[in-house]
């Protein structure tokens, strides 16, 4: 009797615990890579490096695809924004400069914005499947000598699944999209060339 009353009370304890799971915010924390190869240009100059957020909100989106906050997906920027600076540093310092935060009359600078991260709710067109569709967009700005070049770098990904992804699956999705994206932005030869001017 205390046995059945028991695995009854667990069984509760355990629905309840997943019912919490899925009606609470996604709070992500990104780490995201770059893996690609920098074009080799510099010669050890000074290139001031910033890293920023350009986003309008840290919102990205929402697991159901409506706009209710238990199942919005959540990526700060006080967060995020400190592994990108990482990421544009090293990508910096591979390419042959040498990076820093400090700016300084007439050194070249480099600045990488995350324009906007979006994580949305997509129509498959099968039954018992649904998708999500990712997307992040960054923009990167060099200057030295007076000119400009700005790059803008998009990555998408549309991912199919039958069972809502939790929180550690859109990590890693969005981990992979944001790589992505960087990869994309530090290939780019005509930011190397112009640093190197």
């Known amino acids: ?15 309840s615990a ?26 050890g100059q000074q290139v001031t490096v910033i890293a920023q957020d350009g ?14 906050a238990t199942s919005q997906i959540i990526v700060h920027s006080h967060e ?4 990108l600076q ?22 070249p600078s480099l600045t990488l914005v995350l324009e906007s991260l979006a994580y949305r709710k997509g ?23 007076g000119t400009t070049y700005t790059g803008t770098y998009t990555s998408r990904r549309t991912q199919g699944y039958a ?7 859109n990590t890693r999705m969005l981990n992979d999209l944001l790589s992505d994206a960087l990869n994309r932005a530090f290939s780019d030869p005509e930011l190397a060339n112009l640093l190197a001017r």
């Open 80 to 83: 995020l924004i400190p592994r």
């Open 163 to 169: 069972l809502k992804p939790d929180r550690d699956a």
């Open 55 to 68: 986003r309008a909100t840290e919102v990205i989106g929402s697991r159901s695809g409506q706009s209710m």
């Open 123 to 145: 129509d498959s067109g099968q039954p018992l499947v649904d998708e999500a569709r990712l997307e992040a967009v960054f923009r990167a700005e060099a200057k030295n000598q």
């Open 1 to 15: 009797m205390l046995r059945r009353q028991f695995l009854k009370m667990s069984g509760i304890l355990l629905a």
């Open 18 to 43: 997943w019912l919490a799971g899925c009606a609470s915010p996604h709070y992500l924390q990104l780490n995201p890579q770059r893996s690609a190869a920098v074009p080799q240009a510099g010669q």
């Open 86 to 107: 990482e990421q544009a540093q090293r990508a910096v310092r591979d390419m042959g400069f040498s990076p820093t935060t400090e700016p300084a009359a007439g050194r």
